[in-house]
């Protein structure tokens, strides 16, 4: 009999999280079902990413250690999905000769079928059109009984933008939004399944709607704010360009959106931000995020930066840490440039040594540190909302990070910082096994009581007669 068992490996960002559950979803109804381990598994899917050249390095050596597992078991179906499958096409097949199937981003409903066919009458197939943009985006609404209490939701795909470092408007294809209407089905489902928080997904998030003329996203945020059972909504990624007054407004208007907004910079130089063509100088930027802080002053705020872009004057990438300083983020994740396929900023032939983009990436993270630092510093004895998502990370994987015995949850505060927690008293819960102690999607208080690197500790705190004085 065939092996129906799959295993997925998602490399990259949260689309392909998403895309990758939409894989799994279709092919359960094929009857196959997903196992943890690859050596277990009949069919293996690769997604992939290609936005930088690291990403990309790590999917042909995960190809690598697939080959050898297809050596010991030659029915093995292997297929890889994603950005690499979309940049490379039919090049992939001769490239990893383990492969049988190499399917683009817009060929995820049409994964079953061409399963089905390779199991069939075997041979090797490629699918990388991009024919149904708008149909692709139309996902099949069936969720595990115990999803996550934060569940990620596409609301728009590719991208237009062109900056000249950036390979997605090759490898995603031009920008398309989904229907307020089917957007907002999903996440009614999604709550009748136990979902809490949503994090609303796009390229470019602040230009859902404009091509197609529906609602815009403040208005779009505006009607999921009023779903009854949801109690946060996030979104990424948004062009500073992009980004209106009446977006900054939801920061104050809509009770349910995370004051958090990530809000790529790439680069504090006027100059340098031409030469990517980002369309905004440094002065708006900062404005924007003036603007931002009026309306919501605990907002927190990270970026993505990029190091040693082709021609980055010592005085350009200093104007950035200039502007880290004058924006003080609560984090940042910071890239070494490197070269893609198509994007115009291959073509410069001013580039920077590899050892200069490692030393200003190293700068601007050791800038960050300090400032990370101070922010989570000043968090100490203070007391901040969390969604309990669940166990905490040690804690799931046997390690008992309590000497006294007690359960270690996770969750995030709005401002998207994770904070690990006991429980005020863990005793409620005698006689139940963790698994029975219904605790995620919960809103707890949590005092803060100690500062580590990527994450928060405390203790879950009471308050006596609705809600003032704390007791724990
Ligand atoms: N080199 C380095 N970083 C890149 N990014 C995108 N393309 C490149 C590239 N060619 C970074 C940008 C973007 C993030 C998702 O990845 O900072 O915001
Ligand atoms: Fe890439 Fe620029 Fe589009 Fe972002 S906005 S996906 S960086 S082209």
Redesign the pocket.
């Known amino acids: 009999m065939k092996n129906k068992y799959l295993h997925i490996i998602t490399i990259g960002?949260q689309m392909n999280i998403y895309d990758s559950e939409q894989m799994a979803i279709r092919l359960k109804a094929s009857g196959y079902k997903s196992v943890p381990f690859p050596e277990d598994a009949g069919l293996i899917i690769v997604n992939t990413c290609a936005?930088?050249?690291k990403a990309e390095q790590k999917v042909f050596s995960l190809l690598g250690r697939l080959a050898r597992l297809k050596k010991k078991k030659p029915e093995l179906i292997i297929g890889v999905a994603g950005c690499v499958a979309q940049q490379e096409g039919r090049a992939l097949l001769k490239r990893a000769p383990c492969l049988d199937l190499v399917f683009g981003t817009h060929a995820v409903s049409r994964l079953p079928a061409m399963i089905e066919r390779i199991e069939r009458q075997g041979g090797r197939m490629v699918e990388t059109g991009m024919p149904d943009q708008k149909k692709l985006l139309e996902p099949d609404i069936q969720y595990d009984q115990n999803p996550n209490i934060s569940k990620f939701v596409t609301i728009m795909q590719g991208c237009e933008n062109f900056?000249t470092?950036?390979?997605?408007p090759y490898v995603r294809g031009r920008e398309v939004s989904r229907k307020p209407e089917s957007i907002i089905r999903e996440i009614k489902k999604l709550l009748e399944f136990g979902v809490r928080e949503v994090t609303l997904l796009g390229q470019n998030v602040n230009s859902y709607g404009n091509k197609e003329g529906f609602s815009s996203f403040p208005e779009l945020l505006s009607s999921i704010n009023q779903l009854k059972g949801l109690q946060r909504i996030r979104f990424t990624?948004s062009h500073p360009k992009d980004l209106s007054d009446d977006l900054i407004n939801c920061f104050a208007n809509l009770d349910k959106l995370c004051n958090h907004i990530h809000l790529?910079v790439?680069s504090g130089s006027n100059r340098i931000l031409r030469r990517m063509h980002r369309k905004y100088t440094r002065e708006n930027y900062l404005k924007k995020i003036d603007k931002l802080r009026k309306v919501c002053p605990d907002i927190a705020i990270s970026t993505?930066?990029?190091a040693g872009f082709p021609g980055e004057s010592e005085s350009d990438f200093e104007d950035t840490l200039e502007l880290m300083k004058q924006v003080e983020y609560d984090s940042i994740?910071a890239?070494?440039?490197?070269?893609?396929p198509n994007?115009t900023?291959a073509g410069f032939n001013d580039k920077i040594s590899d050892n200069e983009k490692l030393a200003r990436l190293q700068r601007l993270l050791k800038l960050q540190e300090y400032f990370s630092g101070r922010k989570n510093s000043a968090l100490t004895g203070s007391i901040q909302t969390v969604l309990v998502e669940g166990l905490s990370k040690k804690q799931d994987s046997g390690v008992q990070p309590d000497p006294n015995n007690n359960v270690q949850w996770t969750g995030r505060t709005a401002t998207n910082k994770i904070v690990n927690f006991f429980h005020a008293d863990d005793r409620e819960f005698a006689g139940l096994s963790i698994a029975d102690r219904i605790y995620a999607g919960k809103l707890v208080d949590v005092k803060i009581e100690k500062i580590l690197l990527h994450s928060l500790q405390g203790q879950e705190c009471r308050f006596k007669g609705g809600g003032t004085g704390y007791v724990a």
């Open positions: 960002c936005i930088r050249e900056c470092y950036c390979v997605v990624t790529p790439q993505d930066l990029i994740f890239f070494k440039y490197s070269d893609r994007a900023a």
